[in-house]
């Protein structure tokens, strides 16, 4: 073979490790599956959990799924659950996943900011709390997938939820 052909397919190769490490992972072609009505239902165990809405608005950077139910309060309007994948190579192109696990864990460290690490889930995992719009959020980052993947709980039980939010972040991780 060539030199020049051998040096050129070396620096090829070193640069796709570099970028892609392992190969990452493809977004979901069904976020509505990470989770099932069922397994939500902890959150409500009183109300009628339908099947989610599927949101592909964000392709290819990100997939999402949405379920709501009732009934309807004038705090917070009706519940809902928001689970979100974004593909880090697409939202964050050229930022390391050391970067994006450093971000997420930061997140916790910020004074005043309701955040806590959460273990036991991806390279970095974190629950945030948001008074103002009755949202609790886990979410997580997976290093080897490039993947990012949040839960949003909008209710006037997110904050008190956090337990709950923490093991369906769990159940969804494991499905990616």
């Known amino acids: 073979m060539d030199p ?3 040096r050129c397919l070396k620096l090829l190769i070193g640069l796709a490790v570099v970028a892609g490490g392992d190969a990452a992972a493809a977004l979901p072609k069904d976020p509505c599956a990470l ?3 069922a397994e939500i239902q902890v959150l409500a165990p009183n ?3 339908g099947s989610g809405k599927p949101d592909a608005s964000m392709v ?5 799924c949405g379920y709501s139910w009732g009934p309807r309060t004038k705090e917070w309007g009706e519940s809902a659950v928001r689970i979100t994948v974004i593909d880090g190579t697409k939202a964050w192109p050229g930022t390391s996943p050391d970067t994006l696990t450093e971000g997420l864990r930061a997140k916790a460290r910020v004074p005043k900011s309701n955040a806590s690490q959460v273990s036991g889930v991806g390279d970095a995992a974190v629950f945030s709390h948001e008074a103002r719009s009755n949202n609790g959020t886990v979410e997580a980052y997976f290093k080897k997938k490039n993947l990012h993947l949040s839960i949003v709980f909008h209710s006037g039980e997110s ?3 956090k337990d709950k ?3 369906l972040l769990k159940q969804a991780a494991a499905r990616l």
């Open 47 to 49: 109300a009628k959990i």
């Open 60 to 64: 290819p950077t990100g997939v999402a």
């Open 165 to 167: 939010l923490v093991a």
């Open 35 to 37: 989770l099932t009505p």
């Open 159 to 161: 904050l008190a939820s």
């Open 4 to 6: 020049c052909v051998k």
